[in-house]
Nanobody, 120 residues
């Protein structure tokens, strides 16, 4: 019953912005680190950004200065603000999180993904 649900993907012109959200829900006690990964057609999945429970971020070199990751621990939600989008940012974006279940088990979960398409 535990799941991560992404939202906010869509179509945008190069230079535009999008904001992705990912909310953890179900029988969970808490959420540890959260992050965003992406996979373009025919490409390998790659790290975009991660953030610790305390708010320390790490970014891929390709998105530094353009993307910003944040979280709201009260809502068990992580966000990815994407600015100055480029066609090469086009991909399915996946949310990842370390979740602690109500029986105190640590589990790594993935969302189903949300598609971001950037037109030139």
């Amino acid at each position: 019953q535990v799941q991560l649900v992404e939202s906010g993907g869509g179509l945008v012109q190069a230079g535009g912005s999008l904001r992705l959200s990912c909310a953890a829900s179900g029988s969970i006690f808490g959420v540890d680190a959260m992050g965003w990964y992406r996979q373009a057609p025919g490409k390998q999945r790659e790290l975009v950004a991660t953030i610790t429970k305390g708010g320390s971020p790490i970014y891929a070199d390709s998105v530094k200065g353009r993307f910003s990751i944040s979280r709201d621990n009260a809502k068990n939600t992580v966000y990815l603000q994407m600015n100055s989008l480029k066609p090469e940012d086009t991909a399915v974006y996946y949310c990842n999180a370390g979740l602690i279940t109500i029986v105190r088990e640590y589990m790594d979960y993935w969302g189903k993904g949300t598609l971001v398409t950037v037109s030139s």
